[in-house]
């Protein structure tokens, strides 16, 4: 299932929007049929589709395998301009359990470290806004009422001091609670407006 985006869509925020809700249906399609969508493959579909748009106000810088255990990355953005600026962001990815409503991968380590540290730490050296990037279906979306389309949420980005704090306490690396949190955000918001800027 291709989107073929960068045909269709001409601003940074529709391609985003566009490819959250590809992702939402493509997440929930793979539990339906029973070929689940990996982080990686979600990933690299992702990045592919933005990089082949050719964004004047998106650049992208793909963390290899080797990288990422060092670095606590997927991949890294930079989003803005020449006249505002450009925001740096530290991106690490991972893909919800359907069946569970959970991020099972949340406390992953990586060479005996949590990789949240790693990422935050990486994150700090660069002078880096770090975020963690998830991807979602939900049958029933929790309440409060999101201000966007449930399917929006496809892509969504959360500040990694959430992540650290849901990975720590039990019952909090659902989509549910992390929604709660009133920190996730769909990743559309990040080029639509600037929602984490330094000290995220």
């Known amino acids: ?32 049929y029973h070929v689940r969508q990996g982080e990686e493959g979600l990933s690299d579909l992702l990045l592919l589709d933005l990089v082949a748009a050719n964004l004047p106000d998106v650049r992208i810088a793909k963390t290899s395998k080797a990288q990422e255990a060092a670095r606590g990355t997927d991949w890294e953005w930079w989003l803005g301009n020449a006249t505002a600026g450009w925001l740096r962001y530290a991106v690490q990815a991972k893909v919800i359990d359907v069946g569970t409503g959970r991020f099972p991968k949340l406390n992953h380590k990586a060479r005996g470290k949590f990789q949240f540290d790693i990422l935050r730490k990486y994150a700090q050296a660069r002078r880096a806004i770090p975020i963690y990037c998830l991807y979602s279906f939900v049958d029933s979306f929790p309440p409060p009422a999101p201000p966007h389309q449930p399917d929006r949420y496809g892509c969504s980005v959360v500040p990694e001091l959430t992540i650290r704090r849901a990975a720590r306490t039990h019952g909090a690396k659902s989509f549910r609670a992390l929604y709660g949190t009133r920190t996730l955000y769909p990743w559309q918001d990040l080029v639509c407006s600037t929602i984490f800027g330094p000290g995220s």
């Open 1 to 32: 299932m291709s989107t073929n985006p960068q045909s269709s869509y001409v601003t940074s925020c529709q391609l985003f929007e566009a490819l959250a809700i590809a992702t939402w249906r493509r997440v929930r399609d793979g539990y339906a």
